[in-house]
Every structure is written in C-alpha cells, then in structure tokens.
C-alpha cells in the first residue's frame, strides 16, 4: 500500500482533514474556516475595501471532501440541479451518458479531493449590502458579478486594488477554459500555487482510489485527461 493515502500531506491536499492549521471565522449569517496564513491578507482586504465604501463578506471559505462528496452525489442523483453553460437552463440527466453527466458536473464543480476549496486559501466572496436590504439570496451566478450586477463595485474595486496595491489574491476562473467562469472566486496566490504544485498527478490518482463518489469509474478510465482539463485549469 502506498503511504501517501495516510499522509497528512494527502489527507490536507483533498480536504479529509481539518488541520489545526484552519482558522474559523464568523461572518454574519454563519462561519466559514480558512488556512491561518491567509488570515491577516484576508483582514487586510476587507479593511482595504471598506475604506474604499464596499463591504466583502465571504459566502464559503474551506470545504471537506465529504462537503464535496456530497454535491457531486446529489448532482448525479438528481436531487441538486446541474445547469447548462447558460446557467439557467436544468440539464435533463435521464437524456445523457455518464460520460456527459460527469463533464457537465466538472464545468461547474470539482471532483470531489480536487476543490481548491479544499485548501483555505480560496473563497467565494459577495459585498452583503444589496442582498441584506433586498432580503434576496446570493445565487452565485457570473451575471451577479458582471456591470449590472449588486458585486460589480466589488470586483471592480478588487481588481483596482490589484493593481494600486499588489495585495496577493486572484481570480483564477477568470477564463473559461475546462470550467466555467466564477467571477466570485479568488485565492490567496502565494500559498494556493505551492499546494497546486504539490497536486500531483500521483496525488489526484490516489484521491479516486481512496473515494467512493458516484460514476468515479468515468474518471478512473481516463483520469490524466480529467486531471489536466479539469484540475490544471488554473
Ligand atoms: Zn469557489
């Protein structure tokens, strides 16, 4: 047996594990947890917005394998709906091979193990200020995000701030390439791309034979192609 399935490395890298090393955090609806060397860039951001009149909460910060396990699941039950590219149209599972349910999955969610949500060191983040007065949820959708949109100032703030400022995080599914464009995702780069680099291939291997998610026999038939389509898009 290889040792890799009981590091600790391995059990960080796919989320089975909450280290100590994750801090958790409240926002003002619930509480979300992020890797404690992104805690002081993530303060200092929010300070930074707010001075510039935009509020930033975070919508969802680390999640477990088993949080991933679970929407993937559901996903192929039917029971959580998987959209089209359009991000409104509900695709029609019992009209597709398996094949196809899982790449329409993989546009909008990881593989469960493959999240860089996994890491804490990348968040969905959302200025709260329309949604409280409208009493309206956050959908997550790019359209949300895009000049119409109540989070426009936000990224656009964001992405000032970026260039005035250099502070450290990024949007890395600017560009759709294997998944779909998220607007609200960013990550804390220097720490992200050292645990990217350490994703080998050998660990994504590793992760399907240690997982039990649905259709992962798919996976399991071509998994380099997974691994870089899906996985190395950022
Ligand atoms: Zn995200």
Not at 63 to 90: A, C, F, H, M
Request: charged share 25%; aromatic share 14%; glycine share 4%.
């Amino acid at each position: 047996m290889n040792s890799l399935s009981s590091s600790p490395l391995f059990n960080f890298l796919t989320g089975r594990e909450l280290t100590s090393q994750m801090k958790r955090f409240r926002t003002d609806e619930s509480f979300y947890f992020c890797h404690q060397e992104v805690e002081e860039p993530l303060n200092e951001l929010q300070k930074n917005l707010r001075a510039h009149g935009i509020e930033m909460e975070v919508a969802s910060g680390f999640r477990s394998y088993e949080q991933q396990e679970k929407i993937w699941n559901e996903k192929v039950e039917g029971i959580r709906p998987i959209l089209e590219r359009d991000e409104k149209t509900v695709v029609d599972i019992n009209r597709c091979s398996e094949i196809e349910i899982v790449e329409k999955i993989l546009y909008f969610s990881a593989i469960p193990g493959c999240s860089r949500h996994h890491w804490g060191t990348d968040f969905d983040f959302f200025d709260p200020t329309f949604y409280k007065k409208n009493s309206q949820k956050l959908l997550l959708i790019n359209s949300e995000y895009e000049p119409l949109g109540p989070n426009y100032p936000l990224v656009s703030k964001f992405e000032e701030l970026f260039q005035k400022q250099h502070h450290q995080f990024y949007r890395p599914y600017l560009i759709p390439r294997g998944v779909a464009r998220e607007e609200w995702h960013i990550s804390f780069r220097p720490l992200a791309d050292q645990f990217m680099q350490l994703f080998s291939l050998e660990i994504f291997l590793k992760n399907l034979e240690e997982s039990n998610f649905h259709l992962k026999k798919i996976i399991l038939q071509r998994p380099k192609y997974f691994y870089k389509k899906y996985f190395l898009v950022s």
